[in-house]
């Protein structure tokens, strides 16, 4: 059985298994807690990053962009970049624009100040960090409600991995409360049509010891 | 003409000109400044960074990946992403590599704080980051150094994008005069060859108002 190395809330790895689940390829989830530096871990990737692939054949895919790039060669039903040149560029030009972006004004400031900091024992927030990611959500979150206004999905007109790579990050950010969908209804109604898919169902049973997402995290009417 | 909007000691845009130069593909440099955010080009890439390359027809493609990806597809001769599956993993897995762990610990410590941080004024280099950046030198070049041991480039028996990804890392460093090629017999006999292609030759020119690299900087034989 084909396997991955995950942690429930990484939205890199939110991305991959909405991608393996849309190509309906089953896989068991192992979850990984990276800082714990597992040497059997380190040997397989030796970034020692999560998420980590390991095919029945035995190859090893480590990188959730590395992984994307595979899944889309050797599994090209549904495609999920795009078919013409102009949009592929689209779809990779959006999922590096949340996985590095969005992820270092967003998610890395409150996602990662409030759960894995935490978890890796690295401390208590920063203050800082905190107050400069709760005033970046807001015009990242527009842009999302413009793009998806714009278009019928984020990329164009048809669901690609960009939608996978932005709702990843918002599911995480949703999943610790930080999302106040009152203000962004063009955002919040792409949101849902990405949550109703079946690959979606997974993540929202997601749990994390000693964490409660919000009650309407796993409603897909909320 | 194809225009590349980039900056010379970028190594995200070093790779880029390095790929276009193997695939001879001619193009127009312009150098950007983004700390500048002059707003025509934040129209150009929302993301505000470079490189951005800009086609004949008017495709607009930003970030590296998304250009490296786009150049192999529209013009796959030279192939430099690998042929099989397996290939294609190990390229884009150490092109990752580079491009995010000896980025961060490496070239954003040392080139970041050095150069960058100077040029947009963003005030002096920080001790504790330099230190950082020169202990995980060593390490990281003695990884080139037991790759181009094992095979004959980087990810296999033909010359690859990783080539390209690891040789702007270490070309910039180069410049700042940052490796002691003296401790990198290995990693010094990949160099070489990787600087002696003419791909190369643009790169070993390009001169940083205020800054001058070591003289053999650009001597093929260092």
């Not at 190859?59 to 962009?65: E, G, T």
């Amino acid at each position: 059985m084909r396997i991955l190395h995950h942690f429930p809330l990484s939205p890199y790895c939110r991305k991959v298994r909405l991608t393996l689940g849309e190509k309906r390829l089953p896989f068991e989830p192992l979850t990984e807690r990276v800082w714990e530096n597992r040497p059997e871990f380190a040997r397989l990737n030796p970034a020692q990053e999560v998420p980590v692939l390991v095919e029945d054949n035995g190859l090893v895919v480590p990188d959730s962009s590395v992984i994307c790039e595979y899944l889309e060669e050797a599994y090209p039903d549904p495609c999920l970049l795009g078919r013409t040149l102009a949009e592929r560029v689209e779809v990779r030009r959006l999922v590096a624009w949340f996985d590095s972006v969005f992820a270092r004004d967003v998610t890395r400031k409150l996602l990662g100040e409030k759960v894995f900091k935490r978890l890796s024992g690295r401390g208590n927030p920063d203050g800082t960090a905190l107050r400069e990611g709760y005033a970046n959500i807001r015009p990242h979150l527009d842009y999302i409600g413009q793009l998806a206004e714009a278009r019928t999905w984020l990329a164009g007109g048809t669901l690609s991995l960009a939608d996978f790579a932005a709702a990843a990050h918002v599911s995480c950010l949703d999943f610790i409360g930080d999302i106040d969908w009152s203000k962004q209804p063009a955002a919040r109604e792409w949101y849902a049509r990405v949550k109703s898919r079946p690959c979606f169902r997974p993540l929202l049973n997601d749990r994390v010891p000693g964490m409660n997402p919000p009650e309407y995290y796993a409603n897909l009417d909320f």
